[in-house]
């Protein structure tokens, strides 16, 4: 990237969002602490992601999707664990979703 | 795993099969394009976020507790800690010598321990001014200065910064004479750069704390000079 062509820098600037933090934190525990996955793996795992990741995928988004394949790659977790908890939150979080407004 | 006791943890079963058997992680039919990032609707990467987690803690391989204080030992990262040690370098000179050969010795003096990760502290001179980038991705020093801003991670800055270092320093604000030399220097996941700003002129006499508070996050990136205001600034946060 370094070199290309670019637009004028944006910078706008958001605050973390508690669920990034979270992201961070986990990938920091995974790499420091537990010493299960690698910067390179995430790296490695971003590079992997289709072109347009980088457009339609935010810095965070990018992130859980190569901590994720990394996790299932080295056999951490399973596909069949990962889908069945996700329907699970996603099927709690719109049973919440009236009381949240 | 769907014991009684669930319902009390956190509520969901795992009786919500799903038909996916094969589940990739990157699914562009549920790309968000926004860059807000709002607590309050879940996203489908918000949910592989609380999925993996969840995972992680069931399996034993960390604890809610270490996420929490993971996460409140990066929100005590602020760009701060750089200023003190900029300010303590301007008003201590063997101390700045000490920063610039064994950084991280220095900065555990104040109070810091930069971990594993080595550091090269870059001095703004009249000769020179140094600018930091990372054009793979978004490698910074976020044990002194905590997570990096959005620009710092943008396309836009990684891209051109290494080509026309002026002409993104001049959208920051930032003027350099052309009698003054701009070095980029591009980070990696094992080497760090921190910009030792160059002291103020008209600063002769100010205590070690006002000095500090003239240093702003951006001009220890090197996108700005310090005093010069712009994003970042201590009094402005």
């Known amino acids: 990237m370094g070199g290309l062509a670019g637009g004028e820098v944006n910078r706008d600037e958001h605050d973390y969002a508690l669920w990034e933090k979270r992201v961070d934190a986990m990938m920091m525990l995974l790499t420091n602490k537990l010493q299960i996955m690698t910067v390179d793996q995430l790296r490695k795992g971003i590079e992997a992601l289709p072109p347009d990741a980088y457009e339609n995928m935010t810095y965070y988004e990018r992130w859980i999707a190569s901590v994720t394949n990394t996790l299932l790659d080295e056999g951490v977790i399973t596909a069949d664990e990962l889908a069945s908890k996700m329907a699970a939150i996603e099927a709690q979080a719109q049973a919440h979703a009236p009381e949240a407004g | ?237």
């Open chain 2, 1 to 237: 795993m769907s014991g009684p006791s669930d319902t009390h943890d956190h509520g969901h079963h795992h009786d919500h099969h799903h038909d996916h058997d094969h589940m990739h992680p990157y699914d562009p039919d549920h790309h968000h394009p926004h860059r807000e990032d709002q607590d309050d609707t879940m996203t489908y990467y918000k949910v592989m976020e609380s999925a993996v987690r969840e995972l992680l803690i069931e399996k034993g391989l960390i604890t809610p507790e270490q996420v929490h204080r993971q996460i409140e030992h990066m929100d005590s990262r602020t760009p701060a800690n750089g200023a003190r040690i900029v300010a303590r370098a301007w008003v201590d000179p063997d101390f700045k010598k000490r920063l610039i050969e064994t950084p991280k010795e220095a900065i555990a003096e104040i109070g810091h321990d930069i971990g594993p990760m080595h550091l090269i502290v870059l001095e703004n001179t009249p000769e020179v001014h140094n600018v930091v980038v990372c054009t793979l991705c978004s490698c910074y020093p976020r044990w002194i200065l905590g997570l990096p801003p959005d620009w710092y991670k943008s396309r836009a800055y990684r891209s051109r910064v290494v080509r026309e270092p002026r002409t993104v320093l001049r959208e920051f604000g930032t003027e350099i004479a052309d009698n003054r030399e701009v070095l980029v220097h591009d980070s990696t996941a094992d080497m760090r750069y921190f910009v030792l700003p160059m002291r103020p002129e008209g600063t002769e006499g100010m205590s070690e704390e006002d000095l500090a508070a003239m240093v702003g996050r951006d001009a220890m990136i090197g996108v700005v000079e310090a005093g010069a205001g712009g994003t970042g600034q201590l009094a402005a946060e």
